[in-house]
């Protein structure tokens, strides 16, 4: 919950802001290497845990889904019953408080083996058959620092709108 709210705090102030500069293309996943992989370690799930209620979706997908991010993550989605999914990224390097919310989605998430950047909504245009992007939904691109998803850009169908640079960095000092 703590981990939601700090992030739904960066992302508000980030959003806001009004050093929120254009770009002319989306982040690639080369831009964000990934980390080392060392041998896998299982989700650390207990009783009390955030994650309790959807211990056995975590587990089955920490046993079939192996790495799928960042050279030592993997990803971990379900539905809830609409459009609406979320889901866990597991750090499988770690083996305690190695378990990390992802942002909810309509359509999905995108990740790269060699790559620490999540892409949340990764085709909007895909969610319906008429072609249109509802004003709700865009792609938004996170890096993974620490344990923490940062906001990076996102992309609301009228170009990429990242945050600055220097805004950027700081944020990722606060979180170190």
């Not at 889904?65 to 770690?94: A, P």
């Not at 990740?111 to 909504?121: A, E, G, P, R």
């Not at 992007?133 to 609301?156: H, M, N, Q, S, T």
Request: net charge negative.
């Amino acid at each position: 919950m703590l981990r939601t709210s700090l992030f739904a705090a960066i992302f508000a102030v980030v959003t806001s802001s009004s050093s929120i500069a254009q770009a002319e293309e989306a982040p690639t996943f080369k831009q964000f290497p990934a980390q080392a992989a060392l041998p896998l370690a299982a989700p650390d799930l207990h009783k009390g845990s955030p994650f309790w209620e959807f211990r056995t979706r975590i587990r089955e997908g920490a046993r079939t889904n192996g790495v799928t991010s960042n050279g030592g993550y993997t990803l971990v989605t379900w539905g809830f019953g609409t459009s609406l999914q979320g889901g866990v990224l597991i750090d499988r390097m770690k083996s305690k408080d190695n378990i990390t919310a992802l942002p909810l989605s309509a359509l999905g998430y995108e990740v790269s083996f060699d790559s620490s950047m999540l892409v949340v909504n990764p085709h909007p245009e895909k969610y319906d058959d008429t072609g249109e992007i509802p004003d709700f939904l865009y792609r938004e691109f996170y890096y993974l620092v620490g344990d923490k998803f940062v906001f990076y850009c996102a992309d609301k169908g009228d170009g990429t709108r990242c945050i600055d640079e220097k805004e950027y960095k700081a944020v990722v000092d606060a979180i170190k």
